[in-house]
């Protein structure tokens, strides 16, 4: 993809991506933010069957790589404060190696005096699952696609069986929703 990229420097292309392939073109944004001008994602909700699209700027607002070897530890060590950025649609795509069982969580905390109060999985504040779930369980790897907002973020390796490594990166972008277009 990196070839493709640089051969078609003279274009400012756009990256349309559709439910897995939105992480690849979030990946590829991240590693191109000057060669592309927008982002596409699109995903289809099998419920309610109809497709809807979102436009996202290649450059999150909010944004955070993990680490992760232990059970019931957190990344980052510090959990990234939102307070400033409002990040409220976020992407989390992460890679599990070794570990036979793992939970992996999306987890947020509401503002307590300027510390972060308790975390619990997910948003409380306007959640919706747009892709995958919360927590993970593939032992391989897995994404997140969700909207929320809450003051502070972090991702937690719940549990996990067996010893391995899990990385993975959280983007977050402040997305008007659409009564504020």
Same mark, same amino acid.
């Given at each position: ?76 060590? $510090? ?6 950025? *409002?990040? =409220?649609? !976020?992407?989390? %795509?992460?890679? &599990? +190696? ?41 032992? $391989? ?6 909207? *929320?907002? =809450?003051? !502070?973020?972090? %991702?937690?390796? &719940? +549990? ?22």
């Amino acid at each position: 993809m990196d070839g493709i990229m640089r051969a078609l420097k003279t274009i400012i292309p756009c990256a349309l991506g559709w439910l897995i392939g939105s992480q690849i073109g979030l990946i590829l944004a991240n590693r191109h933010p000057d060669e592309l001008r927008r982002v596409e994602m699109e995903w289809r909700d099998i419920e309610s069957a109809h497709a809807q699209t979102q436009i996202v700027h290649p450059n999150p607002d909010c944004q955070f790589f993990v680490t992760i070897t232990t059970a019931g530890s957190v990344a980052p060590s $510090t959990p990234f404060d939102n307070r400033q950025q *409002g990040c =409220n649609t !976020w992407s989390f %795509v992460y890679f &599990s +190696s070794g570990f036979s069982a793992v939970s992996v969580a999306l987890e947020t905390a509401a503002n307590n005096n300027g510390v972060a109060g308790s975390f619990s999985t997910g948003f409380p504040v306007q959640q919706s699952v747009i892709a995958g779930s919360n927590p993970a369980s593939d032992t $391989t790897g897995g994404y997140l696609w969700v909207k *929320g907002i =809450n003051a !502070w973020v972090r %991702v937690k390796l &719940s +549990s996990a069986t067996g010893t391995g490594v899990i990385n993975g990166a959280l983007f977050g972008w402040r997305i008007p929703n659409a009564a504020g277009q």
